[in-house]
């Protein structure tokens, strides 16, 4: 697999598709499962009271896997992400309703690098609050 995005076709400035995801507490179990990661601020709700967190919060590597897609699904490829970096700025707070969270992401390109890469800075947002800061990927473009 391999991107079409096309180094020429792209400017600095270029948006990509922004998307939303959604985020509930059996997301938080399903992805504690897969990643080994049961710490109980992700999933028990007391606990994460007690030690002064609002509620249940998404983990952090699974607000950057989510927001890292709308990089994915823009060049078709995941390979081409050569890079990628964030900071945890504020937590993803997942209430425990039938609604739960969301994650709203856009991005666009940065700076325009040698060797058919770009610098796509990304900002990720949870209820009216920025979750990621410093949130780059450097992609390989065809």
């Known amino acids: 697999m391999a991107t079409t995005i096309k180094y020429a076709d792209v400017e600095v400035g ?20 897969a990643s080994g990661d ?15 967190l ?17 990089v ?13 970096g964030v900071r945890f700025t504020k937590p993803v707070v997942v209430p425990n309703d039938d609604k739960g969270a969301e994650i709203a992401v856009s991005a666009k390109v940065a ?3 040698d060797d058919n ?5 990304l900002t990720a947002m949870s209820a009216g609050q920025k979750v990621l800061g410093m949130s780059r990927a450097v992609v390989q473009l065809a």
Request: charged share 20%; proline share 7%.
């Open 14 to 33: 270029t948006e990509l598709p922004a998307q939303t995801f959604p985020v509930t507490r059996a997301t938080l179990v399903q992805y504690a499962g």
């Open 38 to 52: 049961f710490n109980p601020i992700h999933w028990n709700e007391k606990f994460a009271v007690e030690v002064g």
């Open 54 to 70: 609002p509620d249940v919060i998404a983990h952090g590597m699974f607000t950057m896997a989510e927001a890292i897609r709308v």
């Open 72 to 84: 994915t699904d823009w060049t078709g490829d995941p390979a081409a992400v050569v890079e990628y």
């Open 111 to 113: 700076a325009k690098l």
């Open 117 to 121: 890469r770009v610098r796509v800075d």
